[in-house]
């Protein structure tokens, strides 16, 4: 069984960039499609990137497209999600999840198996 610890949230100004990362423990990290989810304060959970079991497909929700990079490095079991010109929309809890399964699009949040605990990100205007 993988589990999951986002880190490197934080409070940034609009226009600046995060990196977050989730880490992933157990040996099976290759077998799961990686995904990141946000739900901001009085919103529901959404979707916003997915990266294949093999690290070669992406998808991005359409509301970060260009603007946010999900990686992959198998070697370190870590999965990360690059965020650039961050405004304050992009405020919101970020979860790391795991599919076991070789999703490489939107993924629904019911379909995920693992889910991390969240990093907080917020954005300043």
């Known amino acids: 069984q993988v589990q999951l610890v986002e880190s490197g949230g934080g409070l940034v100004q609009a226009g600046g960039s995060l990196r977050l990362s989730c880490a992933a423990s157990g040996r099976t990290f290759s077998n799961y499609a990686m995904a990141w989810f946000r739900q901001a304060p009085g919103k529901k959970r959404e979707w916003v990137t997915t990266i294949s079991r093999n690290g070669i497909a992406t998808a991005y929700a359409d509301s970060v497209k260009g603007r946010f990079t999900i990686s992959r490095d198998s070697a370190k079991n870590t999965v990360y999600l690059q965020m650039d010109s961050l405004n304050p929309d992009d405020t919101a809890v970020y979860y790391c999840?795991?599919?076991?399964?070789?999703?490489?699009?939107?993924?629904?949040?019911?379909?995920?198996?693992?889910w991390g605990r969240g990093t907080q990100v917020t954005v300043s205007s």
């Open positions: 999840a795991a599919a076991a399964q070789s999703y490489s699009g939107k993924i629904p949040d019911s379909l995920m198996d693992i």
